[in-house]
């Protein structure tokens, strides 16, 4: 008898199950549209916060009285009132803080009676105070003349102080930082000199020298200052109050509705370069990362330099030396489930072993007259040292797997030509297996960049003002505390007094800290990807 | 043709070259020292913390010192410095007897108002060291110990015991000696409990203002409480805030008086022992607990707490210790914790309030009459019949702790129930940290359980699609793709949660809810529909795309659910206002009116979700490996037996994989556990011990990072701390271990096959 032919419907590309097929796509679908969705969000909000938008002018109708008010929006909401209606607002960032005290405000969309984009509105960004929005009328001179925002070099020169006043500034933090600090450092050193062996008349004239050099510097540094405050720049405010902002404090001086995209595009750039490479104001919340990026690096790469040599060792002894039973498996085991143990686990140690304990004795040892702790407070070796025992683990693996992945016939061969084990390591195995070592050390650099509970209790801070590498002796202060892209984060989203307008920050920094980790993981996986087709190709 | 003879072989070349052999050798010393110790070095971390949390597991540290002998017996108290270095001695008379423990001298100083008075009782407060004396006559008052301390240039210390004498009060009520009485000065307010052969009365004194010179201490009024008592009274304790009293009398009834107004009133009579009389009631450091010792040597510390349903503070039984030994008892409370030491017929224990914990037990070499603990809580004194005075170090820089602190139900000072608390600083300086790790831990396992709730099934179901379907060709985009998404930093993530998804969330809740009901069923639907097209239609689709599809489809249906999520907000989430009466759709008043539970803006749905991103990578990448590695032989073999392409991957390849399954689960529980910055940025970080998904909490990880930067180190605080690291460090090493293991047998087995 024939069978029928339905009998056959099921088999092949049968429809039984085919939703659940269905559903484990929708999942799929799901995990790669949430990875694909954070990207893109961390991206856009990331850029957002460099791109610069145009100035707005709202006349706003608040309850019969008319204002003007000018800025950007910052974001559009929907309020529910107490009574129950429905107000569709916009967050409007407007600047001026002195003028206005809050420097955002909420204004309900129905209330706007007119919007304009008038070109001559002026953004100032300055040393401190934040953000100005207004018309640049003129430049008051400090003898009494003016120089009217119409005249025809008005910008020129306007750009010529502002440069100026920036290379007065370096000199001043030249005096300041460098010079005074030296100053005070040495008399410091005078008179513990002088405590300790009684005093003697070179330590008395060279203290007097000092005293006079300091004087001399004082002078020099109030000078500066003195110029930095002495000229003025005028600028009127859209509702026409007039703010005199000192030329010595601004920064950079710009008319984002005048420009066109590619103008737009130059000032993004600009404004992405100055937020690489210049310290932090206010608080954090405004200017650069540059020594929370100078301190992410410096820590990472210490941390490298601690976790390979170790890493490998380890991994080589592992595979290449001890008796493989069920002991060495026990550790393997134990060693990859390490990488498991919650990283906060690893902070506390690294608080309890090398701040206390070691630094103490580090102290006690080499520091037994300084009156604050030295190595016994958090600082960059210890985050480092805590990090590289966090990430050892990593490279072990990588590490192992890789020395493994090495062919045996490869090995033998080294061995039958004469090669003592070393050597076979060496010239043969060690080579072959580079590029997976090399992986694991860009993963665990990765995962080093981007932790931050532990480095909360080994010696990140918010603001450190020295980096941990400068050009006072003895250059390298492995034990300053110092600033990190990931703490960054954490502190200006959450533990600023001003976090609104902290936001930007927040969302650029966190571009960047996820630029260079996505960066170093990508570059993992394609090391990895080629090292697997080449050994694809030449097993034997 | 001449064939040249070949060189003699060169004997030596076989041989290695020295240098090889050397570095061959040194290496191998090299690495096989560094490898250890590299091994040693990261399991090192364990013991280290192990060592960091030990103390708090020991009991107090007592050595007895010599015992100083003193002519004259019957001692009445024992009283001494805040060093523990000048104990005193007062036997009834009119002198004092200080004994320097460094010398081993003896001064005698003369209370010049005692003189000629017959002394009938006595009473100690070792906080103002102050010795409350009655006499014959039915006067009562006090002299105080005052030490001077004085430091001379090369840093020695010199004390200077002296005596302050205050004016006598006569009780007016009542008849005879004096036969209890205990002062509590609280300062400006002072109450004098006094017990004589007939009657009980209560003095108060206060200090008045004089025009000249220092304010005076007066008699303020005499209350007689004679009627309140039914029988003789036992022992009598004012409180030291000077406003309350207790007496216990020879019914076994306590008797709990307050001062209020002027008037001294009873409020509360309990029988703690069932009828035996308390002969010893103490108040404990804070002044808050009495302990109750009665003559068979049992012992109990009653409370003042609210009771439910009440809101006036009584006194209730917390705590029962064990017995302190048999015979007269001698009570001593730390003044800088809630230690006290105490004993009977020559036993000794140091004790602990809170964690109701005997820290310390032993025997004295006599039968003490009185006892006292110094200021430090680093000596104390005991002192025999014969007037000999034996001192004991004290070391206990952990008596709060232990493991029913940590784990158990403890019953607070001031709370009305035993409970599971964290609160680790307060406010004032006889504040109690309450040191339970459980909310903790149930924060830690609350937070995971949520995270858990929603990556398990998108990794999961991604795994299964892309280790089942996916061509090769996409596998090699999507894995990484989901490993980078591993790497993202949980800083990042945490910061997301809590300044972007939480205020975005919060009034969504309807919505997210329609979403997470209706992707899987719009998703299965299309897997219908598509299933009842004809096979001309399938076959012109090639299998593993179908992930493609569902983007559009899930962004879509995704939309769509959003979008009417406030259609369902107000169809079934009205919230009814109390008062008014009126009807308001909106789902965050709804749910305490509905649940009785707190809506919180940053709550677990949030870390939920974001932790979800940090776990949905590792699952997916363990799940993926595993569910690969199954054979094709075994999946082949299905497909040719006529399974469906969905038959093989249920009934072969999840059950094959299905160890390498649950261990993907078991190390995305350990990443949860562990997640510090999410938890931290985007929840309250309250320790609650409920599993409200709109609540916040408080989890291990979250509390050392918050807290450990803080806390000094050494102290019980810090090392409990740890003890929360060695908990997680713990849970995850072994659930990591655990997985391991099954995957390497997984791995095994597939070989096998």
Not at chain 1, 496 to 516: C, G, Q, R, Y
Request: charged share 20%.
């Amino acid at each position: 008898m024939p069978a029928k032919p339905s009998n056959f419907a099921s088999t092949g590309r049968s429809r039984r199950g085919e939703p659940f097929v269905w559903l484990t796509a929708a999942g799929l679908a799901i995990g790669v549209l949430l990875t694909v969705g954070l990207l893109g969000l961390v991206v856009t909000k990331g850029l957002e916060s460099f791109w610069p938008g145009r100035i707005e002018v709202w006349k706003v109708d608040r309850e019969g009285t008319l204002e003007t008010v000018a800025g950007y929006v910052v974001q559009e909401r929907s309020r529910r009132a107490m009574d129950g209606s429905a107000h569709e607002e916009i967050q409007i960032f407007r600047g001026n803080g002195e003028l206005y005290g809050e420097k955002f405000l909420y204004v309900d969309q129905a209330q706007i009676q007119e919007t304009q984009q008038p070109e001559d509105l002026a953004l100032i960004e300055r040393l401190e105070g934040g953000l100005v929005i207004g018309r640049i009328q003129s430049i008051q001179l400090h003898d009494g003349a003016t120089v009217e925002g119409t005249s025809s070099d008005f910008r020129k020169q306007l750009t010529q102080r502002i440069r100026e006043a920036s290379d007065r500034r370096d000199q001043l933090e030249d005096i300041e930082k460098d010079r005074i600090g030296r100053n005070a450092k040495e008399v410091k050193e005078l008179r513990l000199k002088e405590k300790l062996s009684g005093t003697s008349p070179e330590i008395t004239a060279r203290l007097e020298a000092l005293q006079t050099e300091f004087a001399q510097l004082d002078e020099q540094r109030t000078e500066i200052r003195q110029e930095l405050e002495a000229d003025h720049l005028v600028v009127e405010s859209i509702d026409g109050r007039p703010l005199s902002l000192p030329v010595g404090e601004l920064l950079h001086v710009f008319r984002p509705n005048e420009v066109g995209f590619f103008g737009r595009i130059g000032e993004m750039l600009r404004r992405i370069g100055s937020f690489l490479i210049s310290d932090p104001r206010e608080a954090n919340t405004e200017g650069g990362v540059y020594p929370a990026i100078f301190g992410t690096v410096v820590m990472t790469l210490v941390m490298s330099l601690f976790v390979t040599p170790f890493g490998v060792i380890a991994a080589i002894y592992l595979r290449e030396y001890a008796k493989q039973g069920p002991l060495v498996r026990a550790v393997r085991i134990s060693v990859n489930n390490l990488a498991g143990v919650p990283s906060i686990v690893f902070g506390v140690f690294g608080l309890a072993f090398f701040i206390y304990f070691v630094g103490g004795v580090v102290d006690d040892w080499f520091f037994p007259t300084s009156e604050e702790p030295v190595f016994k407070s958090g600082g960059i070796l210890w985050a480092s040292l805590t990090l590289a025992l966090l990430t050892v683990p990593v490279v072990i693996v990588a590490t192992e797997e890789a020395l493994a992945a090495v062919p045996r016939g490869v090995r033998e061969a080294a061995l039958a030509c004469g090669a003592s084990k070393w050597q076979a390591i060496q010239r043969v195995v060690l080579p072959a297996s580079l590029p997976g070592i090399l992986t694991g050390v860009i993963l665990a650099m990765a995962r080093g960049a981007g932790e931050v509970a532990p480095l909360m209790l080994v010696g990140v801070v918010k603001s450190a003002p020295d980096l941990p590498i400068d050009g006072t002796a003895p250059f390298i202060h492995a034990e300053r505390q110092f600033m990190h892209l990931g703490f960054h984060i954490y502190d200006l989203g959450f533990q600023s007094p001003d976090s609104e307008a902290a936001k930007p920050m927040v969302f650029a920094t966190t571009l960047l800290l996820i630029t260079i980790v996505v960066v170093m993981n990508l570059s993992a996986i394609i090391i990895r990807n080629r090292l697997r087709k080449k050994y694809a190709t030449s097993s034997f | 043709m001449s064939s040249a003879k070949p060189p003699a072989p060169d004997p030596k070349r076989f041989e290695v070259s020295k240098r090889t052999l050397m570095l061959d050798r040194a290496m191998t010393q090299l690495i096989r020292i560094g490898g250890l110790a590299v091994i040693i070095a990261v399991f090192g971390i364990f013991f280290f913390i192990v060592r960091e949390i030990l103390p708090l597991f020991s009991g107090a540290q007592v050595e007895a010192e010599e015992v100083v002998s003193t002519p004259g017996g019957d001692v009445q108290i024992l009283g001494v410095d805040e060093w523990g270095e000048h104990p005193f001695l007062y036997r009834g008379g009119d002198e004092v007897v200080f004994i320097d423990m460094v010398s081993g001298e003896r001064s005698v100083l003369d209370v010049p108002s005692l003189k000629d008075v017959e002394v009938t009782a006595s009473s100690f407060d070792p906080v103002h060291r102050r010795v409350a004396v009655g006499l014959a006559d039915g006067r009562v008052g006090s002299f105080l110990v005052v030490y001077q301390t004085e430091f001379s240039e090369d840093g020695t210390r010199t004390i200077v015991p002296t005596i302050e004498t205050e004016p006598w009060f006569t009780v007016s009520t009542g008849e005879g000696k004096v036969t209890a009485l205990s002062y509590g000065d609280g300062g400006d307010k002072r109450l004098l409990m006094v017990a004589r052969d007939q009657g009980l009365a209560a003095l108060r004194l206060g200090k008045k203002r004089a025009l000249i010179g220092k304010p005076k201490l007066t008699l303020q009024g005499t209350v007689d409480l004679t009627e309140s008592m039914t029988s003789g009274v036992v022992s009598v304790t004012a409180s030291q805030n000077g406003q309350a009293g207790l007496v216990s009398g020879a019914d076994g009834q306590v008797r709990y008086f307050q001062e209020s107004g002027g008037e001294v009133t009873l409020v509360q009579t309990f029988e703690p022992f069932h009828g035996a009389p308390p002969v010893r009631m103490d108040y404990l450091f804070g002044g808050v607990s009495v302990a109750l010792t009665d003559a068979a040597g049992d012992q109990k510390v009653f409370s003042l707490f609210r009771p439910e349903g009440s809101n006036q503070r009584l006194f209730g039984e917390t705590k029962e210790f064990p017995g302190i030994g048999t015979g007269a008892p001698v009570f001593a409370p730390s003044l800088r914790n809630k230690s006290f030491l105490t004993g009977a017929g020559g036993q000794l224990s140091v004790r602990h309030l809170t964690s109701g914990a005997v820290r310390w037990e032993g025997f004295a070499e006599f039968e003490p009459v009185a006892a006292t603990i110094d200021g430090k809580t680093e000596h104390f004194f005991i002192v025999g019949h014969e007037g000999q005075v034996q001192r004991f170090s004290l070391k206990d820089p952990h008596p709060e702790a232990g493991w029913r602190a940590f784990f158990g139900k403890v019953w607070y000072e001031g709370g009305s129930e035993p409970v599971f608390q964290w609160q680790s600083t307060g406010g004032s300086d006889d504040f109690e940290p309450k040191l339970s790790l459980i909310p903790l831990i149930v924060g830690s396992l609350k937070g995971t359980f949520y995270a858990l709730l929603f990556s398990l099934p998108i990794a999961l179901l991604a795994a299964v699609f892309s280790a089942a379907f996916l061509p090769h060709d996409m596998k090699r985009v999507v894995k990484p793709a989901m490993e980078i998404m591993a790497s993202l930093p949980s800083v990042v993530l945490g910061f997301l949660a809590g300044i972007w998804l939480a205020p975005i969330i919060e009034d969504k809740v309807p919505s997210i809810l329609l979403v997470c009901l209706s992707l899987p069923l719009s998703a299965m639907l299309v897997g219908v529909i598509w299933s009842r097209q004809p096979i001309q239609v399938r076959g012109r689709f090639e299998g593993g795309r179908e992930w493609m599809v569902m983007v559009p489809v899930v962004l879509l249906i995704g939309w769509l659910a959003w979008m009417a999520g406030p259609l369902l907000e107000k169809a079934v989430f009205i919230y009814k206002e109390p008062e008014s009466g009126r009807e308001i759709a909106d789902f965050r008043l709804w749910w305490p009116q509905a649940t009785g539970l707190s809506f919180d803006q940053r709550n677990s749905l949030v870390v939920g979700f974001m932790m979800g991103f940090a776990v949905i990578p590792v699952i997916f990448t363990i799940a993926e490996d595993a569910l690969s590695n199954v054979p094709k032989t075994l999946t082949a073999a299905s497909a040719a037996l006529g399974a469906s392409r969905w038959q093989v991957v249920r009934t072969v390849i999840i059950p094959v994989a299905s160890p390498g399954i649950f261990s993907a689960l078991m190390i995305g529980f350990g990443r949860a556990v562990g997640e510090t910055m999410i938890v931290v940025m985007a929840t309250g970080n309250t320790p609650v011990t409920e599993w409200n998904i709109f609540s916040g909490m408080r989890t291990l990880s979250a509390n050392i990072a918050v807290e450990l930067p803080e806390a000094a180190p050494g102290s019980t605080h810090y090392r409990t701390l740890f003890l929360g690291a060695l908990v997680l460090f713990m849970l995850t090493f072994i659930l990591n271990s655990v997985a391991e293991v099954m995957r390497q047998r997984l791995r095994e087995k597939n070989k096998l096959v």
